[in-house]
């Protein structure tokens, strides 16, 4: 197994790709401690059936905006598995779409601290207790392209975490690698919400692979990037999107 006695958290784990990842990362060895704020039953679902493949995993909730509760999710860790060597920060959000014009100041700060602060609140708390590892960090397509309508706060916060990703690549290199997964159109509760079915059905009929993705096409990178497989890859931000933009 490639992560065997590796202890990884996955942020934003009770639902979609975070779910995807955790059980990926745990059939491959890994203790993973799953963080979840609202999707509790998510959360519950996701590490009973860790449980009963054999893994190890727990559930953690927390809000990660709040310096508190991150603080509480890095000791739960330590306490519970001894360490932490794989950081997967998934957890983030559109909120809303709005446009500039429309937008208060209220909305792009909270889409802000949802995207790129709780990234940040999150790996400098981990930092203490990873002695070497992976930190991978969801970023989006918008990151790159600037989003779909209304959805300017949210690129903007994308590729704040892109470029977040690339200095900390230099700056916690050689031991510890930072990387950023890039995803497109992936068949999620985000897209549900956010993204209407005719655009989604255009995606499919345009897309050189003429399918959405799914989370595990995402689980399946992040292990990737999580393991020795990935040794000389760092500070990248991969595309996973079906071959709808190239960069």
Request: charged share 20%.
């Amino acid at each position: 197994m490639k992560l065997r006695g590796k202890t990884a958290i996955v942020t934003g784990g009770g639902r979609d790709i975070g779910r995807a990842c955790a059980i990926k990362l745990a059939s491959e060895g890994a203790n993973v401690v799953i963080n979840y704020f609202a999707s509790s039953a998510g959360a519950e679902e996701t590490v009973a059936r860790i449980n009963a493949l054999g893994g190890n995993a727990i559930a953690v909730q927390g809000d990660l905006n709040r310096p508190a509760d991150v603080e509480h999710l890095v000791a739960k860790t330590v306490e519970t598995f001894g360490a932490i060597d794989v950081l997967v920060n998934n957890a983030g959000g559109l909120i809303a779409r709005k446009t500039i014009a429309e937008m208060p100041l209220e909305h792009w700060q909270a889409v802000m601290d949802l995207n790129l602060t709780s990234t940040f609140l999150t790996i400098k708390a981990c930092l203490p207790h990873m002695i070497s590892g992976a930190i991978i960090n969801i970023a989006s397509q918008a990151g790159r392209d600037g989003g779909g309508a209304g959805a300017i706060a949210y690129a903007t916060s994308k590729g704040a975490v892109m470029t977040m990703t690339r200095g900390l690549a230099k700056e916690l290199g050689p031991t510890i690698r930072v990387n950023g997964l890039c995803p497109g159109m992936i068949d999620t509760d985000f897209h549900n919400i956010h993204t209407p079915d005719a655009a989604r059905r255009g995606f499919e009929a345009a897309a050189p692979v003429r399918r959405q993705g799914v989370p595990e096409d995402a689980a399946n990178l992040v292990l990737f990037l999580a393991c020795e497989d990935s040794a000389f890859i760092t500070g990248t931000n991969v595309d996973i999107n079906g071959g709808m933009l190239f960069s």
